[in-house]
């Protein structure tokens, strides 16, 4: 039996939340960012917009972001099946409490400057490999997209209006 350690119910919950069938992602009220990029597809971050698990998360939809459900909670980690639908299968504060299972991770980021997004996979040798980053200056507005072996793309961020 695990004990009631902060610890241990994290790791049971994260267990449970993995075995389980996937929490659905519902939608609440947050905020909403459209990115562009001239000659490039538009990035979409919607912050406390969607909940799974008990938890508001961070989510961003872009041409970068394939076979994952991009998104996690503020300072966490989201991560997705390894095959078929990609849907978010647990969330956790930690990465390496994730790495019971292979397959697509996505980080969120969040301090007063800056919305840091990460994608990557979790090999089956249980470490990280960081795909790319989407990095939103607070400030500005100004984002920049880093993806290995290719060169970063400067986008611009402004809130988007609601359309209903």
């Not at 562009?36 to 919607?46: I, Q």
Request: positive net charge.
């Amino acid at each position: 039996m695990i004990g009631h350690s902060p610890v241990a119910t994290l790791v049971q919950g994260i267990i449970l939340g993995a075995v389980a069938s996937a929490s659905p992602i519902v939608a609440s009220a947050a905020e909403t960012l459209q990115c562009s990029h001239d000659g490039k597809a538009d990035v979409t971050v919607t912050l406390g917009a969607k909940e799974a698990f008990g938890q508001k998360l961070g989510c961003i939809e872009g041409p970068f972001v394939v076979s994952m459900t991009a998104c996690a909670p503020k300072n966490g980690y989201g991560l997705s099946a390894a095959s078929g639908d990609a849907r978010l299968v647990a969330v956790t504060p930690d990465w390496r409490h994730g790495a019971l299972q292979a397959g697509p991770i996505t980080g969120v980021k969040v301090n007063p400057g800056k919305y840091l997004f990460e994608g990557g996979q979790l090999g089956a040798d249980h470490q990280a490999k960081k795909l790319w980053t989407f990095e939103i200056s607070r400030q500005t507005g100004q984002a920049l997209f880093k993806s290995a072996g290719k060169s970063p793309v400067q986008y611009q961020c402004a809130k988007a209006q609601p359309k209903l």
